[in-house]
């Protein structure tokens, strides 16, 4: 008795799985004649960091990488804090933001490089404005390769720059 009704409902199981196969294929062509393109998982997987300066830095010179080493999140492992390079797990585009702090009677210049090359400029002039510490921010959006290299270097050479208060991060949008 018991068995036939489970062989009832295993059928019934079966043929609902059939019903909602032929039901997902019926949406899939749909959607697909909207536009919409199949993605898989890891396309979607994010990618995003964020790291401080662990300590001061103090005189760097003209064209070193500024390495933020204090690691607040890494998904994807796509920045490394022992370079202080960021390489692209993927193409596509990606967003970058970093923020250096000086103190009064100093300064602190930086770019951003993509494979070396410059993309944008970041100047923290703390001389000009008393006993204040001055921070400045940059921001871009860049279009990468897969492997492609982005890093903080300096630009000339830097007086000082404060750890925690300085940050370095970006996200694949
Ligand atoms: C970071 O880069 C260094 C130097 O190239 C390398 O030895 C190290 O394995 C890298 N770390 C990670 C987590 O990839």
């Known amino acids: 008795m018991y068995s036939a009704i489970l062989f009832i409902l295993i059928l019934w199981e079966v043929r609902g799985s059939d019903d909602f196969i032929t039901k997902y294929d019926k949406y899939h062509?749909?959607?697909?004649?909207?536009?919409?393109?199949?993605?898989?998982?890891e396309e979607r997987e994010i990618i995003a960091f964020h790291?401080?300066?662990?300590?001061?830095?103090?005189?760097?010179?003209?064209?070193?990488?500024?390495?933020?080493?204090?690691?607040t999140l890494n998904k994807g492992n796509a920045y490394n804090a022992t370079t202080g390079k960021f390489t692209a797990p993927v193409k596509g585009h990606y967003s970058f933001t970093w923020t250096i702090a000086t103190q009064s009677g100093a300064?602190?210049?930086?770019?951003?490089?993509?494979?070396?090359?410059?993309?944008?400029?970041?100047?923290?002039?703390?001389?000009?404005?008393?006993?204040n510490h001055?921070?400045?921010?940059?921001?871009?959006?860049?279009?990468?390769?897969?492997?492609?290299?982005?890093?903080?270097?300096?630009?000339?050479?830097?007086?000082?720059?404060?750890?925690l208060w300085s940050s370095f991060s970006g996200f694949k949008l």
């Open 29 to 41: 062509r749909v959607c697909k004649r909207m536009g919409f393109q199949d993605k898989r998982c």
């Open 51 to 71: 790291a401080r300066l662990s300590t001061h830095l103090k005189n760097l010179k003209d064209k070193e990488v500024v390495v933020f080493a204090d690691v």
């Open 107 to 131: 300064w602190f210049s930086t770019l951003l490089v993509i494979n070396g090359k410059p993309i944008s400029y970041n100047h923290v002039n703390g001389k000009s404005q008393g006993a």
């Open 134 to 163: 001055e921070t400045g921010s940059s921001s871009v959006i860049l279009k990468m390769e897969k492997n492609d290299v982005v890093s903080i270097i300096m630009y000339q050479t830097g007086e000082i720059a404060y750890g």
